[in-house]
């Protein structure tokens, strides 16, 4: 992330890097939000449309 974050930087107009950045975001959300449901002893269910 923080490299691509420099990339960011030099190039802020780059739209490639802007998806890559936002994807990598989302999968972390959704990762944080399994293991926090996880160690709390619930399940969810995660649907990606």
């Known amino acids: 992330m923080l490299e691509?974050?420099?990339e960011l930087?030099?190039?802020p107009d780059d739209l490639f890097?802007?998806?890559k950045?936002?994807?990598i975001q989302h999968a972390l959300k959704y990762i944080r939000m399994h293991e926090?449901?996880?160690k709390g002893g619930h399940y969810?269910?995660?649907e990606i449309d």
């Open 44 to 46: 969810i269910d995660i």
């Open 36 to 38: 926090h449901v996880r």
């Open 21 to 23: 950045i936002k994807g």
């Open 9 to 11: 930087q030099r190039d």
């Open 4 to 6: 691509l974050g420099l």
């Open 17 to 19: 890097l802007q998806g």
